[in-house]
């Protein structure tokens, strides 16, 4: 099983950003997955859910509607697009696969970097 996040990058503060999941390994269709942040020294924090059909998101209540998160079946793909970006949202993004069915642990991704400031 493989999770590779791209997309990340430095933005100016209200700019946007489309991060990327690429998944492998693992029968897609069947597990909803998630989107974490982390700062450096504070714990990792849920930015954003979505079901395995893509018929029910979720978000972090510091999302305010800012980010929308995505699935393309066919590609074994999942998008976080955040717009409006503010310089709290720099961190590390990282892709999950929680542990479900089949599967006996959680997965993550390496992450990418989004940084947000001068």
């Known amino acids: 099983i493989q999770l590779v996040e791209s997309g990340g990058g430095s933005v100016q503060p209200g700019g946007s950003l489309k991060l990327s999941c690429a998944a492998s390994g693992f029968p897609f269709r069947q597990y909803a997955l998630t989107w974490y942040r982390q700062v450096p020294g504070k714990e990792r924090e849920l930015v954003a859910y979505?079901?395995?059909?893509?018929?029910?998101?979720d978000y972090g209540n510091f999302v305010r509607g800012r980010f929308a998160i995505s699935r393309y079946q066919n590609k074994n793909m999942v998008y976080l697009q955040m717009n409006n970006l503010e310089p709290q949202d720099t961190a590390i993004y990282y892709c999950?696969?929680?542990?479900?069915?089949?599967?006996?642990?959680?997965?993550w991704g390496q992450g990418t970097q989004v940084t947000v400031g001068t």
């Open positions: 999950k696969l929680s542990r479900a069915g089949d599967l006996t642990r959680d997965y």
């Open positions: 979505i079901s395995r059909n893509g018929g029910i998101t």
